[in-house]
């Protein structure tokens, strides 16, 4: 299984709303990663996960919210987003140390759409 | 991180062999690069990456010139389906700090 699986595709919020996306794997993968990515720009690095454990958060504001409840989910917690956070949010993860070449497995993002 | 720089868009025709070519004049010893693809509405796929000299898989071949500043991923008779984005990064394998560049907008018509 080398599938990163994210969860739902489509989200429709309004900027009083509190919703979640969900991002599974199952390869074994010890580091997992969120990624946001507006229209004709390239993805966004947000937070990394490395064995559960909070290691990068790349200065992103508080209504996002991340969460590793195990080594195989990965969630981002939305709360009073405004219409400007409105993208694609990729969920990717990758190997940890050994043979690790550091390629990211990504999913097939969550198109999330602020109202 | 070492900065890249990439051509922002470039066109083709199916059949045709597309090279693309990466700089990254301030690539650190423990560096590698990689190169992604990504299709619209999708998340970016790995291609290949390498260290020096050549690499080659079933989907593309990778030049690393002896210095290293630079690298060109070369897609062999690319068909209208190698329309998309292709991302140039570059890293040391152990970090988690993946970062993508502006890529390139391949484009290939019939």
């Known amino acids: 299984d080398t599938e990163v699986t994210q969860t739902p595709k489509h989200l429709v919020m309004g900027m009083t709303n509190k919703k979640s996306l969900k991002c599974e794997q199952h390869m074994g993968h010890r580091a997992m990663y969120w990624y946001k990515q507006k229209a004709k720009k390239p993805p966004e690095l947000m937070f990394v996960?490395?064995?559960?454990?909070?290691?990068i958060n790349e200065s992103v504001p508080s209504r996002f919210s991340p969460e590793c409840p195990n080594s195989s989910l990965l969630n981002l917690h939305l709360h009073a987003l405004q219409p400007e956070d409105s993208a694609l949010y990729l969920c990717a993860s990758s190997q940890v140390g050994g043979s690790n070449t550091g390629e990211l497995f990504f999913g097939e993002g969550s198109r999330l759409t602020v109202l | 991180l070492a900065k890249t720089t990439q051509p922002i868009s470039m066109d083709s025709y199916e059949g045709q062999e597309v090279n693309i070519t990466c700089s990254h004049n301030n690539i650190a010893t423990n560096d590698y690069i990689t190169w992604y693809q990504q299709f619209p509405s999708q998340g970016p796929r790995f291609i290949i990456q390498g260290y020096k000299t050549k690499v080659t898989n079933e989907v593309a071949s990778l030049f690393i010139p002896a210095d290293r500043k630079s690298s060109t991923l070369s897609l062999p008779r690319v068909s209208l389906s190698d329309t998309a984005v292709y991302y140039c990064?570059?890293?040391?394998?152990?970090?988690?700090?993946?970062?993508f560049g502006a890529g390139t907008r391949l484009f290939v018509k019939a």
């Open positions: 990064l570059v890293g040391d394998t152990g970090g988690f700090k993946t970062i």
């Open positions: 996960y490395s064995y559960e454990k909070l290691s």
